[in-house]
C-alpha cells in the first residue's frame, strides 16, 4: 500500500462491510496503527485503499443538481479537500466513488 498521509484520498471498507467509501486522510498513523478519516472514522491501513491521481470519481455539483463524473488532480491545499478537474478544493463529502468502483481491483 502507498504510504499514507494527511489530505491522501482513499477508499474506505470497514470490516463486514460491502460498499467502499471514499474519505480523506486527516491524520496518523496513530500509535495502534490507525488513520483519522474525514467522515469520523478511524480505521486500519488493512480496511483502507489509496485512490491515486487520475482516477475516476463523481462530484455533486450544485449548479447541475446532480453527480458529474470528475478525476481526481490531488489532495486540496485545505485539509477535507480535493482537487479534480471539474473543481478545486471540492469538499469530500461532495465527492464518491463510481457506482462500479472495486477497492480490491
Not at 44 to 53: D, G, M, S, V
Request: glycine share 10%; with cysteine.
Amino acid at each position: 500500500m502507498a504510504s499514507l498521509v494527511p489530505g491522501s484520498a482513499v477508499a474506505f471498507r470497514a470490516h463486514g462491510s460491502g460498499k467502499a467509501t471514499l474519505c480523506a486522510v486527516l491524520a496518523g498513523p496513530w500509535e495502534d496503527g490507525t488513520y483519522q478519516l474525514s467522515n469520523g472514522s478511524r480505521a486500519t491501513a488493512l480496511e483502507l485503499t489509496a485512490i491515486a491521481a487520475g482516477e475516476n470519481l463523481e462530484y455533486y455539483s450544485s449548479s447541475a443538481n446532480q453527480w458529474i463524473p470528475a478525476r481526481l488532480l490531488r489532495s486540496g491545499k485545505v485539509p477535507g479537500t480535493m482537487d479534480l478537474d471539474v473543481k478545486e478544493a471540492a469538499e469530500v463529502r461532495r465527492i464518491r466513488l463510481p457506482e462500479n468502483y472495486n477497492a480490491n481491483g
